[in-house]
């Protein structure tokens, strides 16, 4: 089988670090010749062996056209000359959301074209007014595809419900290295909570989607009741200096530590009790996923319990920190999680052919 994934890039992002282990998972397939386009040679991931990967030179301003226009151009078609100059068996578009992503893959010649959607539209439209101004451009072209996959229930929910097309769908959550996971997470660092107090982290891009520093406001509430709490930050974004300017104004260093972005954030992970997340919308909360491979429990609102495996929501997030207590680690029975995403993958690839790697 011979397949085409176009993506935006591999530099840092939940996507591109999925679309990784996507990778690996097909590198191990026999049968399997896939072609990766991307749109920049700027990247942090490396691939596995045994992808070929092609650059592709199309200009940004395709991306903030109608979506038509850049399907007609010639100047495009100049530009993505790599990807048309093969036939493959099937074609994803692995972004979701990125013009030329969609147009290249659209313009391909492939038997099947699948589309992949990573986020909640009906969120990020509400949201996001960039997204919602380019989505107006580009919205037609989903139903051009002929197969869509969804990353969780809810992300497809609200496909169908802002766009209603009707093409074959398939819920395949990303995949997860659960065995690496665990294996960095006992690198050595020098980090060590105090494990006397009961230690939640985040791990995330700072941005005004992540909500962080509302989840802070309600750490320090909680925290006047229960002062055996400590909230573990990592990573780094456009809301960083806020988060940090409102920990110093209110005395909250004993609360709150900010502790970057880290390469490997796992051996951070394993000595915490929970994770929590408040983020505004998800699509898959990789970050979750790979605490929930850790063992520790996970605290998020209602309205995120449809992104999560096996996780339900609270109702009252400040009450439950304020009487939190330190539990042992849980077995969320994660080569579960990873088989049934590998079966998804084959039957995407295969429709009812089973695959042996």
Same mark, same amino acid.
């Given at each position: ?15 591109? $670090? ?5 990778? &690996?998972?097909?590198? =191990? ?7 990766? #386009? *991307? @749109? %920049? ?71 099947? $074209? ?5 986020? &909640?539209?009906?969120? =990020? ?7 919602? #101004? *380019? @989505? %107006? ?93 400590? @909230? ?126």
């Amino acid at each position: 089988m011979k397949i085409a994934i176009f993506q935006t890039d591999l530099k840092t992002g939940g996507i591109q $670090k999925s679309l990784v282990h996507f990778l &690996d998972h097909l590198s =191990r397939m026999d049968r399997v010749d896939v072609d990766l #386009f *991307l @749109f %920049s040679r700027q990247r942090h991931f490396d691939t596995p062996e045994g992808i070929h990967v092609h650059y592709l030179s199309a200009s940004r301003l395709f991306n903030d056209i109608p979506f038509s226009w850049t399907m007609a151009s010639p100047s495009f078609r100049r530009a993505i000359r790599p990807a048309l100059d093969a036939t493959y068996d099937l074609a994803i578009d692995y972004s979701g959301f990125n013009t030329s992503a969609s147009a290249a893959c659209l313009l391909c010649r492939a038997n099947r $074209k699948v589309i992949y959607i990573h986020s &909640d539209i009906k969120m =990020r439209l509400k949201f996001n007014k960039k997204f919602a #101004f *380019l @989505f %107006s451009m580009t919205k037609k072209k989903y139903s051009l595809f002929d197969e869509v996959v969804f990353v969780t229930e809810k992300v497809g929910e609200s496909y169908e419900e802002i766009l209603g097309t009707k093409q074959k769908s398939h819920l395949i959550g990303n995949l997860l290295p659960i065995q690496e996971i665990r294996e960095k997470a006992q690198e050595p660092t020098d980090f060590s909570p105090d494990p006397q107090r009961i230690n939640l982290i985040t791990v995330s891009r700072l941005s005004f989607e992540k909500n962080v520093l509302s989840t802070v406001k309600i750490m320090a509430e909680a925290y006047r009741e229960n002062p055996g709490l400590r @909230f573990y930050i990592l990573g780094d974004g456009p809301e960083e200096e806020s988060i940090r300017a409102y920990v110093k104004e209110n005395q909250l260093e004993d609360l709150v530590s900010l502790e970057g972005r880290k390469s490997n954030p796992y051996p951070y992970m394993k000595e915490m009790d929970y994770y929590i997340s408040e983020s505004l919308y998800e699509g898959q909360g990789l970050s979750v996923l790979e605490a929930q491979t850790l063992g520790l429990d996970i605290i998020v609102p209602p309205h995120l319990s449809g992104y999560m495996y096996r996780v339900e929501g609270v109702d009252h997030i400040p009450g439950l920190l304020s009487r939190l207590k330190k539990k042992p680690k849980k077995d969320w029975q994660m080569e579960n999680y990873v088989k049934s995403c590998e079966e998804g993958i084959d039957q995407l690839l295969f429709g009812e052919e089973k695959h042996e790697d």
